[in-house]
Structures are given as C-alpha cells and as structure tokens.
C-alpha cells in the first residue's frame, strides 16, 4: 500500500493515536478504577472496540493485484492453523509462566506441567504447519535465517518490553511507594505518551521527506537511556521534574526508533506483512 517515504508518515500517525490512548488511559482508568471500581475500565472499551471493527470493516478497502477477491479466494489464503497453533503457543506459555513465577508453584506441580507441556506441543505443531502445510504461512521458519528480519524483531521486542515496563512500572511505583491514588499514578505517564506521538510525527515526516533513517535511528536511540538513569535513582522525596519528566526521553526516543526501524523492514525485507506480524507477536509475549 505505501512505498519506504509514504510508509512513516502512515505509521507516525498511527502512533500518534496509540499515544492519545495511553495518555489517556491512565488518568482515565485511574478515575473509573478510584470511582467504580477496575472491572468498569475494562468493560467500558468493549463498545470502542465494537465501533473500531464496524469503521475498518466499512471503510478499508484493499486490492492485492493478480489475487482473487471472492470470499471462498480470500479465505482459502487465511492461515487458520497457523494462527491456532501460535495462540496456543502464547496462551500456554503465558499461562505457566504465570502459575509458575506468580503464584510461585514448584516445577512439578500439574498447573506447571500441563501448560509448559502443551506450550512446547503447540510450538512444534506451529512450525509443522507454516513448514508444510499453509500455503500462506504467517512466520515461515525461512524468514528466520535472514539477517534483517531477525534483526528488526528483536529491536521491536526490546521496545516492546522497555515501553510495557514503563506503562505497567512507574504507575505501579507511584501507587506503593509515594501512595498516589491511581488517577495521579495514572497521571504520570502522561508526559510519556505525548512524548510517543512528538517522536512518531517527527520521525514520520522525516522519513516521508528525506527517506533517509539511519541516522536518525542512530542518534535517537541513545536518547532514552537518559531517561532510564534518573528512574532507577528515583526516589519518594525526589524532585518535580525527574518524577514527571523522566519518561519523556524514553517515550520520545523509543518512537523514532520503531518508525525508522519499521521503515527498514520495509526496504531490505520481501517479507514485509510477515515482519509486521513478528513484530505483533513480540508485543504479545
């Protein structure tokens, strides 16, 4: 749909709208968590998540040349078991990492066992079906010997842990150790979200005007560490700004760094729908 410069403007944007929710998000769920409880900012995203799937279902429309469009055609490309398999994989394996690291079960106990066995089952039932079965595998085992796309999925994994660390720790840190309510806690990740979507326009339109990224991916990448340093010195009598501010770089940095990562994908790599979804699965687990 877009070639390597139309590429990171798409992309800036849709970054912008996922900083919009996460700035958001906090005070908001911090309001209804503190006013009606938590179950109440859960059930109150499924009617935007309804609305979200009635707008694309209606509005995106995609042609991929020299492929049929019936729905039996479209269908029939669908990597069913793939996906099955995959979901399996990650809900097993979450599962017994949780009752194992969580609840702090033993090895030997069933809840450990089963999950763990079934995780290990369903990974080789996965690669058995991208490797000879799907017609259209969604993670082709090939995809692993190449350089760039293996490369590009750890950078987005690292991101993916570095940014759900930030959103699920530094709230969790305001709450048990300067005792905010929940809407405060929630409040200081604020600064991080607009910092995602100042770094997603930027990067974005850098890359749509210039389609350069090498450099910019260089420079900004070492922009969050200066972040990260005052958080882990951080402490309940610390000043204003390290408490509130100490995110920005990382937020910041972190979006350059995934559009431009993005856009190297997609111009070093013909196996670019396939990366996307790597990139989705990292996220994930």
């Known amino acids: 749909m ?9 992309q800036a944007l849709s970054n912008l709208s996922l900083a919009v929710g996460l700035g958001l998000g906090g005070p908001v769920g911090g309001i209804l968590n503190d006013s009606f409880g938590w179950r109440t900012a859960f059930l109150c995203q499924v009617p935007l998540f309804v609305l979200v799937m009635i707008v694309v279902t209606n509005t995106l429309r995609y ?11 479209v269908l ?3 990597d069913f078991g793939g996906v099955f398999a995959l979901f399996l994989t990650i809900g097993s394996t979450l599962t017994w990492l949780s009752t194992k690291f969580n609840d ?3 090895w030997t106990d069933r809840q450990v066992i089963i999950p763990l066995t079934l ?3 369903s990974l080789g039932l996965l690669y058995a079906i991208e490797s000879c079965i799907a017609p259209e595998p969604i993670l082709p085992p090939s995809l692993l010997r190449e350089k760039v796309p293996v490369l590009v999925s750890l950078s987005n994994y690292f991101l993916a842990v570095c940014n759900f660390s930030i959103m699920y720790f530094i709230p969790l840190w305001f709450q048990t150790v300067s005792l905010d309510n929940a809407s405060i806690a929630g409040l200081h990740m604020l600064p991080h979200s607009l910092a995602m979507g100042l770094g997603s326009l930027v990067s974005g339109w850098w890359v749509h005007r210039t389609g350069k990224y090498t450099t910019l991916n260089l420079v900004f990448g070492i922009i969050p560490l200066s972040g990260l340093i005052p958080i882990i010195f951080m402490r309940e009598d610390s000043e204003f700004i390290p408490k509130w ?3 920005f770089p990382i937020g ?4 350059i760094v995934f559009v431009t990562v993005m856009s190297m994908e997609f111009f070093q790599s013909p196996f670019q729908s396939l990366l996307t979804h790597g990139f989705c699965l990292s996220v994930v687990t």
């Open 63 to 73: 042609v991929t040349p020299g492929q049929g469009q019936s729905a039996k055609e």
């Open 2 to 10: 877009y070639n390597i410069r139309e590429r990171g403007f798409p």
């Open 119 to 121: 995780s290990i089952l």
């Open 76 to 78: 029939s490309r669908i």
């Open 252 to 255: 910041f940095g972190n979006a």
């Open 104 to 106: 702090d079960l033993p």
């Open 245 to 247: 501010f100490s995110v």
